[in-house]
């Protein structure tokens, strides 16, 4: 019996530095895969489809939604972001724990899907550090800036619908404060009743077997 794979959401105001610390998480996290969101925004330099994004057109995206094919979906500071609803099932049926890196409206859709997952909010030490963080980035433009930085003190509102907060002061320490909530998850009795429940009622009949 496989048990299904944790599903890990990370959200936090643009600039907080989800993308830094996801970057680290990865590859030092054995059984966590990222799932690659769609967007209709722009490639920032650098930035590759299939890697970062799937970059795709709104009429593209509209046919997903129409399809039912992203298990979320949120137009986000002007362009729509969403999860691929596929990679995430097939990744948590087999096992594995996949991480969202999605905005608030995407988290609270998810969270009424999958209540058990585990919502991590990720803050900057300060709003005037967001500010140098969003600017110091140098991706843009005065107007996407001012709606980023606008947007940051209504999100910090939602905090209390996640499950944990973690301050990216030093991104080394965030990282290890979230691998250390996953961990603790993975443990979790309460999150994981229904398959010991079931390894205890095979493991009665394996007993009744042997008598
Ligand atoms: P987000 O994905 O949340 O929008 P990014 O990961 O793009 O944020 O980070 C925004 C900017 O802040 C980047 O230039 C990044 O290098 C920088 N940054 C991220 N984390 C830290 C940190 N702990 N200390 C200083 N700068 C950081
Ligand atoms: P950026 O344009 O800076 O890459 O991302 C902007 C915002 O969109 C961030 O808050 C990021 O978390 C969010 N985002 C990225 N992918 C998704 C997604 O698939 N769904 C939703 N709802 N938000 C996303």
């Known amino acids: 019996m496989i048990q299904r794979g944790l599903l ?48 795709l057109t709104p009429e593209r995206f509209e046919e997903m939604i129409g399809n039912d094919e992203l298990l979320e979906w949120a137009n986000v500071y002007s362009n729509y972001y969403g999860t691929p609803v596929k990679y995430v099932e097939d990744k ?49 433009t005065e107007e996407s800036f001012k709606l980023r930085f606008g947007a940051a003190a209504e999100e910090m509102e939602y905090i209390t619908e996640y499950d944990y ?27 994981n009743r229904e398959y010991y429940m079931k390894l205890i009622r095979e493991g009665q009949k394996d007993a009744v077997s042997f008598d």
């Open 165 to 191: 907060v973690v301050v990216n002061d030093e991104v080394e320490k965030a990282v290890e404060k979230i691998r250390s909530i996953i961990v603790a998850e993975l443990s979790s009795v309460k999150r």
């Open 8 to 55: 890990v959401v990370l959200s936090g105001p643009s600039g907080a530095g989800k993308g830094t610390v996801c970057k680290s998480l990865l590859p030092s996290t054995e059984g966590l895969s990222y799932s690659i969101s769609c967007t209709t925004r722009a490639p920032r330099e650098g930035e590759m489809h299939g890697v970062n994004y799937f970059f």
């Open 92 to 140: 948590l049926a087999a096992g594995e724990n996949v991480l969202l890196e999605i905005d608030i409206q995407g988290a609270l859709q998810v969270k009424r899907k999958y209540p058990n997952g585990v919502f991590i909010f990720l803050i900057p030490p300060s709003l005037e550090e967001l500010k140098k963080r969003i600017l110091g980035r140098g991706t843009e």
